[in-house]
Nanobody, 115 residues
Framework: QVQLVESGGGLVQPGGSLRLSCAAS????????MGWYRQAPGKQRALVAR???????FYADSLKGRFTISRDNAKNTLYLQMNSLKPEDTAVYYC?????????WGQGTQVTVSS
């Protein structure tokens, strides 16, 4: 059973930055793709960014230029660097990984952007 554990969320002021981490219980080489999603209150979970095993990254159009997804294979960890945060970025952020036809999710980490 693969476990994904997010960390790094919290309260930040508008314009601030946060870096989220997602630690995997196994080598992330096993994942064909990994991604970050977010779910704001009353809204559906939506894609934030996705990175393939070869390193290609894809972003939600509205987030390009502010968010950066990366992976550290040696640490079995996925990251999301979030800059110039806005109140509308407030949500629970989830990481996921796709491996052997299955989709794995973490438990989520809360990000709140407020003054």
């Amino acid at each position: 059973q693969v476990q994904l554990v997010e960390s790094g969320g919290g309260l930040v002021q508008p314009g601030g930055s946060l870096r989220l981490s997602c630690a995997a219980s196994r080598s992330i080489f096993a994942f064909n793709a990994m991604g970050w999603y977010r779910q704001a209150p009353g809204k559906q979970r939506a894609l934030v960014a996705r990175i393939l095993s070869g390193g290609s990254a894809f972003y939600a159009d509205s987030l390009k230029g502010r968010f950066t997804i990366s992976r550290d294979n040696a640490k079995n960890t996925l990251y999301l660097q979030m800059n110039s945060l806005k109140p509308e970025d407030t949500a629970v952020y989830y990481c996921n990984g796709e491996a052997s036809g299955r989709l794995y999710w973490g438990q989520g980490t809360q990000v709140t952007v407020s003054s």
